[in-house]
């Protein structure tokens, strides 16, 4: 099936750093989500976006909708301790709308 | 308060037996949606549904069946079928069937022995 590669897997920062991954599919989307998982817990959703070069913010998170409609990035600024998690992107892949993938995970570990 | 709620939170099980995981949302949404996560993977779709009565086969399936009689409610039945059941389980819901952002539950750590 389709698949969303995220890089990187995992990333190891120094509390106050700035924090950047990203999102890539061969296919096109129409819609990119951002979600963050703390452990045990279902994903949170943090930023969607709909429009192709759409620069979203929430708050330290910026996330933005990559021209090609190929990919997606996710920014955190001056990285804390909670931080910490596991963020996902996710997309329906416009062969089939009503299904929502997910890519891997990058797994964040911030350091105070 | 809304949301959606996924019961009970660990579910211990032998092998060889059927368990089903609920999952209950009162958001009025439309779709609902079962994924599988094992340690340090993402989600894999198992099944999903955009109406009552109607759902699809996600990406691993097998050894998995559900049901959407009504619009809040979706269970997921774990099958003896299922060659490797141990995992954490995530329901989720959105709003419309197509392209809109989708919302957890807390997820069910089933294990099995």
């Known amino acids: 099936g389709q698949q969303l590669n995220q890089s990187p897997q995992s990333m190891f920062i120094q509390e106050g750093e700035d924090v950047s991954m990203n999102c890539t599919s061969s296919s096109i989307f129409n819609t990119w989500l951002w979600y963050k998982q703390d452990p045990g817990e279902g994903p949170v959703l943090l930023i969607a976006l709909y429009k192709a070069g759409e620069l979203t913010s929430n708050g330290r998170l910026t996330a933005q909708f990559g021209i090609t409609r190929k990919d997606s990035f996710l920014n955190i600024s001056a990285s804390i301790p909670s931080d910490v998690g596991i963020y996902f992107c996710a997309g329906p892949p416009p062969s089939n709308t009503g299904k929502l993938i997910f890519g891997q995970g990058t797994t964040l570990q911030v350091k105070p | 308060d809304g949301g959606i709620t996924q019961s009970p939170k660990y579910l211990f099980r032998k092998e060889g037996q059927n368990v089903t995981l609920s999952c209950e949302q009162n958001l009025n949404h439309d779709a609902m949606y079962w994924y599988r996560q094992d340690p340090g993977q993402g989600l894999r779709l198992i099944y999903y549904s955009q109406i009552v009565n109607d759902f699809q086969k996600g990406d691993i399936a097998e050894g998995y069946s559900v049901s959407r009689e009504k619009k809040e409610s979706f269970p997921l039945t774990v099958t003896s079928a299922q060659k490797n059941p141990t995992a954490f389980y995530l329901c989720?819901?959105?709003?419309?069937?197509?392209?809109?952002?989708?919302?957890f539950g807390q997820g069910t750590r089933l294990t099995v022995v």
């Open positions: 989720a819901s959105s709003i419309r069937a197509t392209g809109t952002e989708a919302f």
